[in-house]
């Protein structure tokens, strides 16, 4: 294919800097989604929410995967985790335990995310 002649040289280099305007301005880095989300589900309000779903997706990272499988968090209400188990004995069992699921969730999550655990048998 011929170039075209009536192409003159500013016209060529206008219409290259119109197709291509940002190619000598870089373009800044998007933020990353892991700040995005938080903020913004803070700012609709549904920051507990948002701990909430970490929460039960980490579980067994927080408590170890032989506790995860006898209990689950299932609500957090004004600060306080619900925390279901099967049967009483396994409440016996990891009552001495709270404190330091306490801690863990508190190092993960923030000291305001949750400040106290229940246990509930469920069934």
Same mark, same amino acid.
């Given at each position: 294919?011929?170039?075209?002649?009536?192409?003159?040289?500013?016209?060529?280099?206008?219409?290259?800097?119109?197709?291509?305007?940002?190619?000598?301005?870089?373009?800044?880095?998007?933020?990353?989604?892991?700040?995005?989300?938080?903020?913004?589900?803070?700012?609709?309000?549904?920051? @507990?929410?948002?701990?909430?779903? @970490?929460?039960?997706?980490?579980?067994?990272?927080?408590?170890?995967?032989?506790?995860?499988?006898?209990?689950?968090?299932?609500?957090?209400?004004?600060?306080?985790?619900?925390?279901?188990?099967?049967?009483?004995?396994?409440?016996?069992?990891?009552?001495?335990?709270?404190?330091?699921?306490?801690?863990?969730?508190?190092?993960?999550?923030?000291?305001?995310?949750?400040?106290?655990?229940?246990?509930?048998?469920?069934?």
């Amino acid at each position: 294919m011929a170039p075209d002649d009536s192409l003159t040289p500013s016209l060529r280099a206008t219409v290259l800097r119109e197709w291509q305007p940002y190619a000598a301005e870089p373009v800044p880095p998007a933020p990353a989604l892991e700040t995005i989300v938080p903020a913004v589900m803070k700012r609709l309000g549904l920051h @507990q929410r948002l701990w909430e779903s @970490q929460l039960f997706e980490r579980w067994p990272e927080i408590v170890g995967e032989f506790n995860a499988r006898i209990c689950q968090p299932t609500a957090l209400r004004n600060g306080r985790l619900i925390i279901s188990v099967p049967h009483s004995a396994h409440i016996q069992e990891l009552r001495p335990h709270k404190s330091l699921f306490l801690r863990k969730i508190q190092e993960h999550f923030g000291k305001t995310a949750v400040r106290d655990i229940s246990f509930r048998q469920i069934g």
